[in-house]
């Protein structure tokens, strides 16, 4: 019933740039928190970055400094600008958001089908 789909990803040499974008869309009536997850080969996904639907943010400490998490709510984004990439920043990141498709419905996890970053060095 939600689908998000992450744009963004792809090759860039250390130091570089790269901006993900995730959008929502589908039987939406509410998001609440979304965020950024990462997962390399062999190994638990882990928070990157989150943002509350008030704006509130949070970071891995890996990560911050370098990656910023922004959304539009009337959109049903949420964005990662991330600057200053390392090699170790290279893995596949995952989109998340806590959805809810009517007033009456709880909120549930929804996930991208993730889109890979790679970071030469």
């Known amino acids: 019933q939600v689908q998000l789909v992450e744009s963004g990803g792809g090759l860039v040499q250390a130091g570089g740039s790269l901006r993900l974008s995730c959008a929502a869309s589908?039987?939406?009536?509410?998001?609440?928190?979304m965020a950024w997850y990462r997962q390399a080969p062999e190994k638990q996904r882990e928070l990157v970055a989150k943002?509350?639907?008030?704006?509130?943010?949070n970071y891995a400490d890996s990560v911050k400094g370098r990656f910023t998490v922004s959304r539009e709510n009337a959109k049903n984004t949420v964005y990662l600008q991330m600057n200053s990439l390392k090699p170790e920043d290279t893995t596949v990141y995952y989109c998340?958001?806590?959805?809810?498709?009517?007033?009456?419905?709880?909120?549930?996890?929804?996930w991208g089908q993730g889109t890979l970053v790679t970071v030469s060095s």
């Open positions: 589908g039987r939406i009536f509410g998001i609440n928190a």
């Open positions: 943002i509350t639907s008030g704006g509130r943010t």
């Open positions: 998340y958001a806590e959805v809810r498709s009517s007033a009456w419905s709880p909120f549930r996890d929804a």
